[in-house]
């Protein structure tokens, strides 16, 4: 009696489950399917498999209207992939310092976790200001300089915390045996500290990557622009060419797919580290 | 083991200090003093205007839109999101298979792009071509404009509410998965059913959980933009105006800076206030075992 209870619950269970399943895959092979098919295909059925795998969607990609999506790959990695190097480096330093160094710690970490509140809507106007003062106006490194200043605190939280986590023995007995600080540095605390560093690594290359608000204001020119940006333009651009909409989509999101296939478990500790941003 | 030398301590802090306070403390105190500026097309002169722009702000249609939309996201947030969330969770904690499946797939929306989920969506609502009306009229139903000044709001929110379910899912998840196995068991022999299982021991024992999603969601409600930009741009006439896409569209469509920047204004003094509430429920004590 109580067995027949549990598997008709557990049916149940498995269907509801299946069903948000079949929500969050389907949109997404919905798009693949349709970047395979003409436009006038996806119009005349858009839930139909294609006849043949056709990659015209894909060749136009390259130049359509003044956008080449190839172009803002590059220059998505070009911002991402500075974003996450300086992140790095700069949020390990202080972390270091932070979680080791016999100094009065409290107002430091208010001023970074305090500094992880604030919005971006609430700075992109004075930050413009100053970058045109300077002559970096509408240049990558305008919006790399923000996108890590943004991401800093979040960083140096995650990172700071895993690091005081770490033994402190092995740097005792190095620094007994007359290892300086720099040689303790670079061959025990940040060696050990590579998950941590790796997940916040991840974390500040999606969230750069799926950055659509600053990217959009700080660079004005199509060709500087990262993917996301020109993505954000093919409805108004592409207009009704919706094959060529569907392939741009699958580009964009390739890369995410294969970071999150592959380091699916840093990706998901990462993100649910990051959530206190939001 | 810890370390005195204070030049190192400087040398590696200060390249954070110094960009943190360029590029966040000083434009945040900045966009509060523009707020009180008359100041057009990023030029080089602004007039001092007193309180001129948030007369305009406490005035203006849009800015309710925005501020009610906010609001009826918040409550749509935490009973969808949150209520979805925390019943797949316990669903996937009381089957035995199929645990390392759903995390994966229901966590796949939230790496991806708010831009690309609301092309996605954008696509999926079109009306000769989009999946909801090709399955109208497979069904051999009319097809139907989805996108109205009326439907906008819903239709904005279905995705933002669907894009961070697993979010919360995995932190749930991992929540339930800390609660000792002996206390299912004790109720087990005392005949409690899987359904009692759930609402009198994991609901209570992950209550600290939930109460930091909610805070989590209400926060990231204040941050939504890209999903609104990119299906609707806020329109039709207001219908899906948020704060963000609002002040995105006074300062670079209207270029009026110091009205966008008293927007900007605005946007901190609730995060100031979101802020407390949330700490205020992030910093209670933990459950432990």
Redesign the interface.
Known sequence: MAKGKLSVFSILSYIVLVFWAITTIFPFLWVINNSFKSTSEILLNSLSLPKEISLKNYQQLGNYGNINMFRGFINSFIISGSVVLLVLLLSSLASFVLSRFEIKTGIIKSFFTSAMLVPAFSIVIPALVLFRKIGIGGSHLSLIITQTALNLPFAILVLSSFMTTLPKELEESALIDGANLLTILFKIIFPLSIPGIITVAIFVFLWSYNDLFMSMIFIPTRDKQPICVLLSLVSSIYGTNYGAMMAALVITIIPVIIIYMLLQEFVIRGLTAGAIKG | ??????K??II??L???I??G???????F??IY?SFYNWRD?SNFRSFIGLENYKRLIEDIAVHKALLNTMIMLIAVIIFQIG?AL??AL??H??SK?YK????????????????I???????Y?Y????LN??L??LGKEKIVWITENSALIMVLIPII?QY???YF??FL?ALSKIPQDFYDSALIDGA???HRAIYISIPLIWDVISVAIS?AI??T??V??IV??ITGGGPMNASQV??TY??NV??TGQN?GY??T???L??IL??IL?IFANRVLKRDRITY
């Open positions: 083991m810890v370390f005195k030398n204070k190192y301590a590696f802090l390249p954070a200090l960009l943190t360029i590029l966040i403390y000083y434009p945040l900045a966009t523009y990023f979805i019943i797949l669903l996937v009381s089957i199929g499946f759903f995390r994966t797939v229901y966590f796949f929306p939230v790496a991806i792009s708010g831009t690309a609301g092309l996605m969506f954008y696509l999926a079109g000769d071509y989009g999946f090709s399955i009229t497979s669907w379910v697993g979010f995995v932190i991992s059913s899987k359904f989590l926060v990231g204040f941050k933009f890209d930009y990119v704060l963000g002040l995105y300062a670079f800076q966008a920047s927007i900007g204004t946007i901190i995060g100031v802020s």
